[in-house]
């Protein structure tokens, strides 16, 4: 089976831009989560979406949002970009039974300047 | 808010020898998991343990779980130049798929 895929790799942007990140998940599986890392925070929960609906979600502003179509193919937006929103954006696919193995894509490396 | 936090931070061993890497966290959970990650890539599962499962093994990996102490321990035996990478545990609050991630144990091994 083919791993998790993430489009684009590398973003750069600048402050007050929106960005849209894409994640495609292993043929089969319906949960989708992501993180974002960085050096300072570590990664951090961002949110998971299940059956195209949100069913977690982490301590985050608004401008963080995202979405699942019905392929299961995700996104996530980051609107009114900020310098701090600079960092790797990792997304992870599992089956969506929960409380297991998830597999992560290679993330997208953002840089806001 | 993190979860799970490693223990140490770093850690630099020759190859050949056995590398010792700490996690301890702070709700009850259902499961722990150890993720390796290269140098900015992304993450690979390693090994899963269920919180009631005292001890795993998988190849050259060790884990073990300790509920009451609220820690685990990740043993990485004959260690090779390629196992060179970050290392993290991962914890659920006993949300569905909703992981806390500690801050990492940075492992370098020397050929």
């Known amino acids: 089976k083919a791993g998790v895929t993430q489009t684009p790799r590398y973003l750069i942007k600048t402050r007050g831009q929106q960005v849209t990140l894409s994640c495609s998940p292993i043929?089969?599986?319906?949960?989708v989560s992501w993180y974002q890392q960085t050096p300072g925070q570590g990664l951090q929960f961002l949110f998971e979406?299940?059956?195209?609906?949100?069913?977690n979600k982490g301590n985050f502003p608004g401008r963080f949002s995202g979405r699942q179509f019905s392929n299961s193919r995700s996104e996530m937006n980051v609107s009114t970009l900020e310098l701090g929103d600079s960092a790797l954006y990792l997304c992870?696919?599992?089956?969506?039974?929960?409380?297991?193995?998830?597999?992560f894509g290679p993330g997208t490396r953002l840089l806001v300047l | 808010s993190q979860q799970g936090e490693e223990d140490p931070q770093a850690l630099s061993i020759q190859e050949g020898e056995n590398a010792t890497m700490n996690c301890s966290y702070k709700?009850?959970?259902?499961?722990l998991q150890w993720y390796r990650q290269n140098s900015g890539r992304g993450l690979v599962h390693l090994i899963l343990?269920?919180?009631?499962?005292r001890e795993k093994h998988s190849g050259r990996l060790r884990v073990t779980l300790d509920t009451s102490k609220k820690s685990s321990s990740l043993l990485i035996t004959a260690s090779r130049a390629a196992d060179t990478a970050s290392y993290f545990c991962?914890?659920?609050?006993?949300?569905?798929?909703?992981?806390?991630f500690g801050s990492g144990t940075k492992l370098n091994v020397k050929p």
């Open positions: 991962a914890t659920d609050e006993g949300n569905f798929n909703k992981f806390y």
């Open positions: 343990i269920r919180s009631n499962e």
């Open positions: 979406y299940f059956s195209e609906t949100q069913r």
């Open positions: 992870a696919s599992s089956s969506g039974a929960g409380r297991e193995t998830q597999y």
């Open positions: 709700t009850s959970i259902n499961n």
């Open positions: 043929s089969g599986h319906r949960s």
